[in-house]
């Protein structure tokens, strides 16, 4: 695949994603990995996109009154410090594609964890449970340039914590808050890195998808699907990144 298809392949991925109140940011790691090769402009990348997509979902949530600031601050309250810090670890190309491959396969298996039908009994957290379970969340996102809410969504429904749209409410602030704390950080430790005219494209490709699912999320469209083909895509990619930098194997 040419880079001059990434727009529309973008598209889709935002389009996907926002409909289940994720902001994209695993998979545009996955793809960007396979066409760039600073690490620092694919977290960027990652990063602004996810804003992008994630603040248009979080608007749709508040104005239909599904968010619940109530509910949701012990999660958000340790997750952007720690997404902040996460952003300013410097490390080596080798280590940040192993981690970022780490993190796509825990991020494929999530997602493919949602569609699993069963649950667990219900589950009520604590706020210490809340505020460790954000700040370590936080943390691989800040690192990784995924959002988080990828992982944090799935474990949420799974255990009936609330009903599912309060989740996917929670993890589009979640994502949005996190990326914000991110790039801070990123610019704050001198890395943040961005090709502007390959940005720009991207930027327009997510905002249509971004809104497009954003509106079926709220007249509950199943993209069971396109959810599940996006969940393989991640995993491969995934552990195609941990056998190329780790192990030197290509596939």
Not at 70 to 84: D, E, H, T, V
Not at 114 to 120: D, G, H, I, V, Y
Not at 216 to 244: A, C
């Amino acid at each position: 695949m040419s880079v001059e298809y990434l727009p529309i392949v973008f598209f889709l991925i935002a389009l996907f994603y926002s409909s289940v109140g994720f902001g994209g940011g695993s998979s545009y790691l996955a793809i960007l990995s396979l066409f760039l090769t600073d690490f620092y402009e694919i977290r960027s990348i990652a990063l602004i996109l996810n804003i992008c997509v994630v603040a248009i979902g979080t608007l749709v949530f508040i104005r239909n009154r599904v968010f619940d600031l109530k509910l949701f601050w012990p999660f958000l309250a340790m997750s952007i410090p720690f997404a902040y810090l996460g952003a300013q670890i410097r490390l080596s190309q080798t280590t940040f594609f192993l981690i970022l491959g780490a993190a796509l396969v825990m991020a494929g298996f999530f997602m493919l964890l949602r569609f699993a039908k069963k649950k667990l009994d219900s589950k009520k957290f604590s706020n210490p449970k809340k505020l460790a379970l954000g700040g370590g969340i936080g943390l691989l996102s800040g690192i990784s340039g995924i959002g988080g809410g990828i992982f944090l969504s799935p474990v949420l429904n799974l255990l009936k914590w609330e009903n599912p749209r309060v989740v996917a409410s929670l993890a589009s602030v979640f994502i949005l808050v996190n990326s914000i704390a991110g790039l801070i950080g990123l610019n704050m430790a001198g890395t943040f890195q961005l090709n502007n005219d390959l940005m720009l494209q991207l930027i327009v490709a997510v905002v249509i998808g971004g809104s497009i699912g954003s509106y079926l999320s709220n007249k509950r469209f199943n993209l069971k699907f396109l959810g599940v083909l996006t969940s393989i895509l991640v995993l491969y990619v995934g552990f195609r990144l941990i056998l190329l930098h780790g192990f030197g194997i290509k596939i």
